[in-house]
């Protein structure tokens, strides 16, 4: 696929009538054309450029390739214009540029009209880099312009500069500790002391007047740190401070239309952390906390994070009330826009089948986990997740009594995911355990066999394994232990 064909295949019909209304402002033979290889493209499954070369440029290449590059223009610039009111850089951008055109055409008044009119928009989003800009351009202007106050402006440039350099080393912090704590999530002790170092940065960062002082610079450390305590899964902390900065954010006003996002966010990590510390009442109440924000500004990000409202939903009930669990995710697969999120399968058919599970409904169970594993989504998963819901199926399936089946199935999951097994060994564990059950007469006479499952169990904390499971292998395994007991 070329880049018009790319760029066409994205527009939306709202965006594709908007560029023809867009190309009907004028009428020149170039305009049609463009329109012409638009719909050439558009409503033809397999784009031929030979074809559209020949019909359009009578096969001189050379002004085909020019066609192709006014049409990639002329839908770049319909675009611009039409989503220019929801980026609030670019309406910033624009008074820069009018500014330019005035001062080109020697009305300069007007030229320093439209740099404090940038000005005055970019202090209110805290935006440094443009401010910067801004502020190059006034001084600029100054050598012609002598009412301009350049002491002022130069004092308000220094000042700029002091929490840009600011805004700059947060950002280069928390990208090289974040990228470091990405790659090496498989040593355990070096993500440690990269996650201690982060804190160490931040601290020092937080003790900034100028950072409390600022709306944006807030924003930036609460992200941070909630991603530290989230990658050190301490979500007792995390609910703290987050109970806190939502409080402090409320009554300092720090959040906007522009930080929504971020209000948002910090609702749903919140939701998240009571339902990781057993506070399920108090998690719902912040989810309906999660949905009452998803209204304002006229329902601004409402569709982005209904997933996410679901979501809470679905976790808490699995533990107070799975039958309304069921209902919740029977109701969630009706949504349109839940419908469109690439994860929406994982979402409805493992959360079902391991509500099921829960219930003791095993058919019900493995009809919804293998609906899963045959949608296309589950090729889109990592090969750890694959491999942990295929280890779930067959603890459904050893469930169910249909041992030939599950002898199959670990058959193609040993000779599927070969790499994996090799490094994930509490799986290759559990799939061994299974492949015994297939062939024992009694579990728990076999002290060999219990011996093994102990042994796997003492692997990680049921803590850690609820965590990580799909289906949580030690509540699992402990379960072919107690009747011995008994």
């Excluded at 949905?291 to 209904?306: F, G, R, V």
């Excluded at 839940?338 to 099921?356: D, E």
């Excluded at 889109?380 to 399936?397: A, D, H, N, Y």
Aim: net charge positive; hydrophobic share 35%; with cysteine.
């Amino acid at each position: 696929m070329d880049l018009i064909q790319q760029i066409i295949s994205n527009l939306s019909k709202d965006e594709i009538r908007y560029y023809k209304l867009y190309n009907n402002l004028t009428h020149s033979d170039i305009e049609k054309k463009e329109v012409k290889l638009f719909n050439l493209i558009k409503e033809k499954e397999k784009y031929s450029p030979k074809e559209a070369c020949e019909k359009l440029s009578s096969g001189n290449r050379n002004n085909f390739y020019q066609l192709k590059n006014k049409t990639i223009k002329s839908i770049n610039k319909s675009l611009s214009l039409q989503h220019m009111h929801k980026e609030k850089d670019l309406h910033i951008f624009n008074d820069i540029l009018l500014s330019r055109i005035f001062k080109r055409k020697g009305d300069l008044d007007l030229s320093l009209h439209y740099l404090k009119k940038a000005e005055k928009k970019s202090h209110k989003n805290e935006n440094f880099e443009i401010i910067s800009i801004v502020y190059s351009e006034i001084l600029k202007l100054s050598y012609d312009l002598v009412s301009i106050d350049i002491d002022k402006y130069l004092k308000k440039a220094r000042a700029n500069k002091e929490k840009l350099d600011l805004e700059q080393e947060i950002d280069l912090t928390l990208s090289s500790i974040m990228y470091e704590i990405k790659t090496s999530q498989n040593l355990h002790q070096n993500k440690t002391s990269l996650l201690n170092i982060l804190e160490k940065k931040l601290n020092h960062l937080h003790s900034n007047k100028k950072i409390i002082k600022s709306r944006k610079f807030r924003i930036s450390i609460f992200k941070s740190i909630s991603r530290i305590l989230l990658q050190k899964n301490d979500y007792i902390s995390l609910e703290k401070y987050l109970k806190d900065t939502y409080k402090d954010f409320l009554k300092d006003k720090i959040f906007n239309k522009q930080n929504h996002e971020q209000k948002l966010m910090l609702i749903t990590y919140l939701t998240n952390s009571l339902y990781k510390n057993g506070k399920l009442k108090e998690s719902l109440f912040f989810a309906e906390e999660l949905k009452k924000s998803m209204k304002e500004y006229e329902n601004l990000l409402k569709e982005k994070y209904l997933f996410y409202y679901y979501n809470a939903l679905v976790i808490n009930y699995s533990k107070l009330d799975k039958l309304k669990a069921i209902d919740i995710l029977k109701e969630a697969k009706k949504n349109s826009r839940i419908q469109s999120q690439p994860t929406f399968s994982v979402f409805i058919y493992l959360n079902t089948a391991l509500l099921y599970y829960d219930l003791n409904k095993f058919k019900l169970s493995i009809k919804h986990i293998s609906r899963l594993i045959l949608h296309e989504d589950f090729i889109s998963l990592s090969t750890t997740f694959q491999l942990k819901i295929l280890i779930s199926e067959l603890i459904i399936r050893q469930k169910l009594k249909q041992s030939d089946s599950v002898e199959e199935k670990i058959k193609n999951i040993k000779n599927l995911y070969k790499k994996d097994l090799k490094i994930h060994k509490r799986e290759k564990a559990v799939l061994s355990i299974i492949t015994k059950l297939i062939y024992c007469n009694n579990i728990y006479l076999d002290k060999d066999l219990q011996k093994e499952i102990y042994k796997t169990k003492e692997m990680i904390t049921n803590k850690e394994a609820e965590n990580i499971d799909v289906i949580n292998y030690n509540t699992w395994l402990e379960s072919l232990t107690k009747q011995s007991i008994a």
